[in-house]
């Protein structure tokens, strides 16, 4: 097939030369670096294996699949779990000897303890909730991704009837339920029944297909995709898409000034409860969509696939504001009754939605807001979670502009989103993360850190989970200690963020402190970054040696006065301007 919506990255001469495992991460590494394949940390992948046991010596069939937290893109042979097969078939005993048994039953949940006792070669790399997904399908390599193109049909009023007008008979359909045992038991059934299918589209999620041989698993991934992509691009609406055009787009820089003064204080309205580090993401789909009539009505139907709203929450804010006709006072103060206006809704539907043993209500502030004429802001707890964020809102832009070009598209209902988000397991899940360090969701700006002390105190702040600006007057030196932050601590996933807002959790800024010019444009860049500030550290200063008379010149003075007190005024007057907003 001639791939126009999909990239084809698969060469033999790699595959060849890698074992069964290894011929999987590299499958599953090809199918998540495309946006349109599958999202950050989204999706999963298996092959059944013959190994050999290490207590027998005897051949065993073993499942590997992507485990629990991991990233198609990025992972590596240890983010697979492993799985005897027999013992894993073996767990339908218990779970027909269970009553109730179901989807959202208490067994349901139970039985992801009991993977533990089917793991293959003490391999500590937990299964995920999908692991059923894979098993039960009589094939053996199976692909579940989230592309653009298939959650679009699966997000469609009429997602039953699309599919077989897309597929034909090659492919089936399941309606949305919550996965898990269950389901993956319901759609092995499915995949028995009707041999005639390669793959399955989830309602309300994405698709799920198969093969015998992992090349032509990985090659069925691509043309499912592709062919719904170009059903949907033969029907697109072009200047007619999300009901058309209402506002129009901000210049970029009449956009970053706004942003530069608008961010901190909007950090400050989100973080009630929490602080919050924030990505700008601003491309042309997603200005398409909050300049647009019908970004009102979609925004408030929330997002479709399960993947995206754990990160965007329920539904994103949309200020409906005219960057044409009205000013910077007017923004505010429909932020400010926006954002008051969310946390009622989100309580509301918590109340309405919760149960008995329901986890009390997370922090009820919105995690993505949608501005005409600027764009997307996300916020999460660290910039690897706010570029996720992001990531995930851009793409549910893009399932609403497929699902609306060739239907109506809906989101789930509220009492399923629920069940999603305060899910026991994912409850589980967060209790399990480590507590968070001292300086974890602050950043923090240090001047000097290109070398001795400075840097050593941005590697301390880092330590302690801080966000380290690196400021130097060396923008090379600046750079260096943030490059040596990223590569101990990592970029962190996601891939979304606008220019600069793209960042990790470290970024190297150059900066003169004596001119007050040079420290406003450093700190703009922070915030256009992060959000805001929250610590200043400046440990650049100089110290010039007097003459053997014990005198120094007027000039040298003035160095010594401009850099260790004129310099840290200015820094100091220009972060209580941002503190202050």
């Known amino acids: 097939m001639d791939y126009q919506f999909v990239n084809y990255l698969w060469d033999d001469v790699v595959a060849d030369g890698l074992d069964a495992v290894e011929r999987l991460r590299y499958r599953s590494n090809l199918l998540g670096a495309d946006q349109r394949i599958t999202n950050t940390g989204g999706g999963n992948t298996s092959s059944k294996i013959v190994e050999i046991d290490p207590l027998t010596g005897e051949e065993v069939d073993v499942m590997w699949v992507k485990g629990s937290g991991g990233d198609l893109r990025t992972s590596k042979r240890e983010n697979f779990a492993s799985l005897y097969m027999d013992k894993f078939m073996a767990l339908q005993k218990v779970w027909a000897s269970a009553e109730p048994r179901g989807p959202k039953t208490k067994i349901e949940d139970e039985m992801v303890a009991l993977y533990r006792h089917c793991v293959y070669n003490l391999n500590p790399r937990a299964s995920s909730i999908d692991t059923p997904l894979h098993a039960f399908i009589p094939y053996r390599h199976v692909d579940h991704t989230h592309p653009i193109s298939s959650i679009a049909i699966a997000a469609c009023k009429d997602q039953e009837r699309l599919t077989k007008e897309v597929f034909g008979d090659e492919v089936g359909y399941v309606k949305w339920q919550r996965p898990g045992y269950d389901l993956g038991l319901l759609m092995g059934k499915i995949a028995s029944e009707n041999p005639q299918y390669k793959g399955l589209i989830m309602g309300q999620h994405g698709i799920i297909n198969w093969a015998d041989d992992d090349k032509a698993c990985y090659e069925l991934s691509l043309d499912l995709i592709e062919k719904g992509a170009r059903f949907i691009a033969q029907h697109d609406k072009g200047e007619a898409t999300f009901g058309g055009q209402k506002y129009q787009s901000l210049g970029k820089s009449e956009r970053e000034a706004l942003l530069v003064e608008l961010l901190p204080k909007l950090r400050g309205m989100v973080s009630q409860m929490n602080r919050f580090i924030g990505t700008v993401h601003v491309t042309e789909s997603v200005l398409q969509f909050v300049n647009s009539h019908d970004a009102v009505r979609l925004a408030e139907i929330g997002t479709s696939c399960p993947d995206h709203f754990l990160r965007t929450k329920i539904k994103p804010l949309f200020i409906d504001w005219n960057p044409q006709s009205e000013d910077f006072s007017a923004l505010l103060n429909k932020l400010e009754s926006g954002i008051a206006q969310y946390r009622e809704d989100y309580a509301a539907y918590y109340e309405a939605c919760k149960h008995p043993n329901s986890p009390a209500m997370r922090d009820p502030n919105p995690r993505v807001i949608l501005i005409p004429g600027v764009g997307l802001i996300a916020w999460g707890k660290n910039k690897s979670e706010s570029r996720v964020t992001a990531e995930f809102y851009s793409l549910a832009v893009d399932v609403m502009r497929s699902a609306e070009a060739i239907s109506d598209y809906q989101g789930l209902p509220r009492q399923e989103a629920f069940d999603i988000e305060y899910w026991a397991l994912e409850e589980a899940k967060l209790r399990r993360m480590p507590a968070e360090k001292e300086f974890a969701r602050n950043v923090v700006v240090v001047v000097g850190a290109g070398s001795g002390i400075g840097r050593a105190t941005a590697l301390r702040v880092a330590q302690e989970g801080a966000h380290v600006v690196c400021v130097d007057l060396n923008a090379d030196a600046a750079q260096g200690t943030a490059d040596m932050l990223t590569t101990i601590y990592g970029q962190g996933i996601g891939v979304a963020g606008t220019g600069i807002s793209g960042c990790g959790s470290a970024i190297g800024l150059s900066a003169d402190i004596t ?67």
Do not use: C, H
């Open 515 to 581: 001119q007050r010019d040079s420290v406003q444009a450093m700190l703009a860049q922070v915030i256009l970054a992060y959000g805001g500030i929250d610590n200043v550290i400046v440990t650049a200063g100089v110290f010039v040696p007097p003459s053997k008379a014990g005198k120094i010149s007027d000039k040298q003075w003035d160095l010594t006065f401009n850099v260790n007190v004129k310099g840290l005024y200015i820094v100091a007057d220009e972060a209580r301007k941002i503190w202050e907003a």
